[in-house]
T-cell receptor, first 114, second 117 residues
Framework: DAGVIQSPRHEVTEMGQEVTLRCKPI?????LFWYRQTMMRGLELLIY????????DSGMPEDRFSAKMPNASFSTLKIQPSEPRDSAVYFC????????????FGPGTRLTVL | AQTVTQSQPEMSVQEAETVTLSCTYD???????LFWYKQPPSRQMILVIR??????QNATENRFSVNFQKAAKSFSLKISDSQLGDAAMYFC??????????????FGQGTRLTINP
């Protein structure tokens, strides 16, 4: 079975541009998580969905960040406008809530904002 | 809110030796899960081992085992017969049990493990 798929793997953009990160969870999983990893703050949750519904978005830094999950097999994380401090690795993870207790991670997207 | 602390930013061990990575956590919940994830230079987050808090028996996965001390809120990882491929960043993580709290993972700061040949 395919694991969690993220695209792009690397993104370099200029300050002020819109950035869209994409995630395809493991087929059949019903919970999806977006995490951000930086040297200063480590790994932190941005938002998570259960059955396509956002459950906890308290980690979303500010209004420049938005996330959607239009269906069970796709999610996006958008940053508009991007800033240099948004440079980080963004991970998507999925889980079959109520059945398994393990989150499986995608390979991450390394975002660099110049 | 739950917190996870890894007090060893870096560790090193000789190949074939045993090393123990420390992790402590703080929670008021009675049921939860604990995990160790490995992050090699490829940055992929790989599950190493998991422990359910209600289970007294320590989890074991091949060369990896944990020492789970619930009362002390301690969850250390032991790697036996260290191999060069074990070199990575290791993260300890906490997650509430279903229907008890937020399902997000709370991570420690990580321990960078170096294996010396």
């Amino acid at each position: 079975d395919a694991g969690v798929i993220q695209s792009p793997r690397h993104e370099v953009t200029e300050m002020g541009q819109e950035v869209t990160l994409r995630c395809k969870p493991i087929s059949g999983h019903n919970s999806l998580f977006w995490y951000r990893q930086t040297m200063m703050r480590g790994l932190e949750l941005l938002i998570y969905f259960n059955n396509n519904v956002p459950i906890d978005d308290s980690g979303m830094p500010e209004d420049r960040f938005s996330a959607k999950m239009p269906n069970a097999s796709f999610s996006t994380l958008k940053i508009q406008p991007s800033e240099p401090r948004d440079s980080a690795v963004y991970f998507c993870a999925s889980l079959l809530a109520g059945v398994t207790d393990t989150q499986y991670f995608g390979p991450g997207t390394r975002l660099t904002v110049l | 809110a739950q917190t996870v602390t890894q007090s060893q930013p870096e560790m090193s061990v000789q190949e074939a030796e045993t090393v123990t990575l420390s992790c402590t956590y703080d929670t008021s919940e009675s049921d939860y899960y604990l995990f160790w994830y490995k992050q090699p230079p490829s940055r992929q987050m790989i599950l190493v081992i998991r422990q359910e808090a209600y289970k007294q028996q320590n989890a074991t996965e091949n060369r990896f085992s944990v020492n789970f001390q619930k009362a002390a809120k301690s969850f250390s990882l032991k790697i036996s017969d260290s191999q060069l491929g074990d070199a990575a960043m290791y993260f300890c993580a906490y997650r509430s049990a279903p229907f008890q709290g937020a399902q997000k993972l709370v991570f420690g700061q990580g321990t960078r493990l170096t294996i010396n040949p």
